[in-house]
C-alpha cells in the first residue's frame, strides 16, 4: 500500500517504509491519446473507412465502455488501442509511447506485457484444460517456469474457478468459460483489459458474474474497455462512448474515475439490448 506523505505531493512513502519519487513524465499523460486516427480497409473503390479521424483519451483507472451498432467501428477502435492492429492516419500514444513507431516485436511484448484480452467468443484452446490454457498465455508472456503455475492458479481462484482448472472447455457452461477465459487475460498482470462483447454470448446470471469480475478489477486499479450491445451491461462502466459510422458520435461519464464503478441494479431482460439504430 502507498500514501502520499503530507506536504510532499510528488514523494510517496511504500508499505516498507522507504520514500520513492511518485511517478512523473509519462504517468501523468492519460493512459491512451488517440489523435486523428483513421482506419481503412481495403482501396479504392471497395474501401472501408471504418474510423474517421478519432480523437480520444482515456484516463488510467478508467473503466469505458465502447456502444454502438454492428458495423459501426467499435472492434476496430479495439483492435488499434489494444496494439492489434495500427491505424491508417493519425497516431496512438499509449503511455507516452507513439505506438505507431514500434515494430512487431515490441508491438507483442506491450501486448503481453500492459494488456489482456477477452473475446465474446471466448477463444480457448479446445481440450486443454483451464489450467493449461492459463498456462499457455503465461509461457508466451515469457514468465519464468515457477511462476508460472503459481499465478495460473491464483488467477483461477480469482474468478471462482479454483474447482475447475483441472476441466476442458466443452467440460463447462458458458460463464464458466469466459471466466476462464478472464483468467487467462488477467494471469500476466495487465495494467489494461479489453473485452470485445464479452458478455454477448452469456445468459443474464453469467452476464453479473462478469460484471462482478470486472467491478473488481477496475476497482484494484485496472482499466477496463469493454466493447457492448447491451446497455444493461453498459451501466457497469465509469464512462460510456457511442461509436456510429466510424465516429464517436457521444461520450457519457457515469462516475468518476477515481472510485467505485457503478453498482447498477438488476433490470428485466427486456432492457437487455440496444436498440440497433
Ligand atoms: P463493429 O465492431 O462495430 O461491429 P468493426 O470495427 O468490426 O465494427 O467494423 C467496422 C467496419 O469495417 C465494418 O464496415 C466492417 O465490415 C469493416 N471491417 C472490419 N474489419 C475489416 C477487415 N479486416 N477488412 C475489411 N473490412 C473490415
Ligand atoms: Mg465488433
Known amino acids: 500500500m502507498a500514501a502520499a506523505l503530507p506536504g510532499a505531493a510528488e514523494m510517496v512513502v511504500h508499505s516498507d517504509d522507504t520514500l520513492v519519487a511518485a511517478p512523473t513524465g509519462p504517468q501523468e499523460l492519460p493512459l491512451m491519446v488517440l489523435s486523428g486516427v483513421s482506419k481503412i480497409y481495403g482501396e479504392g473503390d471497395i474501401a472501408v473507412h471504418a474510423l474517421r479521424s478519432v480523437d480520444f483519451t482515456l484516463e488510467r483507472g478508467d473503466y469505458l465502455a465502447i456502444i454502438g451498432s454492428s458495423g459501426s467501428g467499435k472492434s476496430t477502435l479495439m483492435n488499434i488501442i489494444g496494439c492489434l492492429d495500427q491505424p491508417t492516419h493519425g497516431s496512438y500514444l499509449l503511455d507516452g509511447i507513439d505506438v505507431g513507431f514500434l515494430d512487431d516485436f515490441e508491438l507483442s511484448y506491450i501486448r503481453n506485457r500492459q494488456i489482456g484480452l477477452v473475446f465474446q467468443s471466448f477463444n480457448l484452446i479446445p481440450r486443454t484444460t483451464v489450467l493449461r490454457n492459463v498456462e499457455l498465455r503465461l509461457i508466451y508472456a515469457r514468465v519464468p517456469k515457477g511462476e508460472r503455475r503459481r499465478r495460473a492458479l491464483?488467477?483461477?481462484?480469482?474468478?471462482?474457478?479454483?474447482?475447475?482448472?483441472?476441466?476442458?472447455?466443452?467440460?463447462?457452461?458458458?460463464?464458466?468459460?469466459?471466466?476462464?477465459?478472464?483468467?487467462?487475460?488477467?494471469?500476466?498482470?495487465?495494467?489494461?483489459?479489453?473485452?470485445?462483447?464479452?458478455?454477448?454470448?452469456?445468459?443474464?446470471?453469467?452476464?453479473?458474474?462478469?460484471?462482478?469480475?470486472?467491478?473488481?478489477?477496475?476497482?484494484?486499479?485496472?482499466?477496463?474497455?469493454?466493447?457492448?450491445?447491451?446497455?444493461?451491461?453498459?451501466?457497469?462502466?465509469?464512462?460510456?462512448?457511442?461509436?456510429?459510422?466510424?465516429?464517436?458520435?457521444?461520450?457519457?461519464?457515469?462516475?468518476?474515475?477515481?472510485?467505485?464503478?457503478?453498482?447498477?441494479?438488476?433490470?428485466?431482460?427486456?432492457?437487455?439490448?440496444?436498440?440497433?439504430?
Open 154 to 277: 491464483a488467477a483461477i481462484a480469482a474468478v471462482g474457478l479454483g474447482d475447475r482448472g483441472t476441466h476442458i472447455p466443452s467440460e463447462l457452461s458458458g460463464g464458466q468459460q469466459q471466466r476462464a477465459a478472464i483468467a487467462r487475460a488477467i494471469a500476466t498482470e495487465p495494467a489494461i483489459i479489453l473485452a470485445d462483447e464479452p458478455t454477448g454470448n452469456l445468459d443474464t446470471a453469467s452476464t453479473f458474474d462478469v460484471m462482478d469480475i470486472f467491478h473488481r478489477l477496475n476497482s484494484e486499479g485496472r482499466t477496463i474497455v469493454m466493447i457492448t450491445h447491451e446497455h444493461e451491461v453498459a451501466a457497469h462502466a465509469k464512462r460510456v462512448i457511442q461509436v456510429a459510422d466510424g465516429r464517436i458520435v457521444a461520450d457519457m461519464r457515469q462516475a468518476p474515475v477515481d472510485g467505485p464503478p457503478p453498482r447498477p441494479g438488476s433490470a428485466s431482460p427486456d432492457h437487455l439490448q440496444v436498440a440497433h439504430a
